[in-house]
């Protein structure tokens, strides 16, 4: 199983960018997905996640701001970031907590991480 990310790169003070994560590989279900983000020398925080029954939980910092829309069709996960600030920049990593099996147990996976950029 791998989580492939995509988008990401430089926007301005405002601007927009839209991130997506498509969980590869053969499993069963997919009890939580989401976005979390570390910026230079701070810890990696949550972002937004989404678990397998619609709730969804926004980081204060990003609330209003960004969405997370889900493809359950296709394992896909996407997080729209809009009117982004300097403070966003970090790089994003995707997570997913993934059953292999009915009723077996939660696997944690990570994205390899993409980097976001908002210049001033």
């Known amino acids: 199983v791998q989580l492939v990310e995509s988008g990401g790169g430089l926007v301005q003070t405002g601007g927009s960018l839209r991130l997506s994560c498509a969980v590869s590989g053969r499993i069963f279900s997919i009890n939580e997905m989401g976005w979390y983000r570390q910026a230079p020398g701070k810890q990696r925080e949550l972002v937004a996640v989404l678990s397998s029954g619609g709730t969804i939980n926004y980081a204060d910092s990003v609330k209003d701001r960004f969405i997370i829309p889900r493809d359950n069709t296709r394992n896909t996960v996407y997080l729209q970031m809009n009117s982004l600030k300097p403070e966003d920049t970090a790089v994003y990593y995707c997570?997913?907590?993934?059953?292999?099996?009915?009723?077996?147990?939660?696997?944690?996976?990570w994205g390899q991480g993409t980097h976001v950029t908002v210049s001033s």
């Open positions: 997570n997913a907590v993934i059953r292999f099996t009915s009723g077996g147990s939660l696997y944690n996976y």
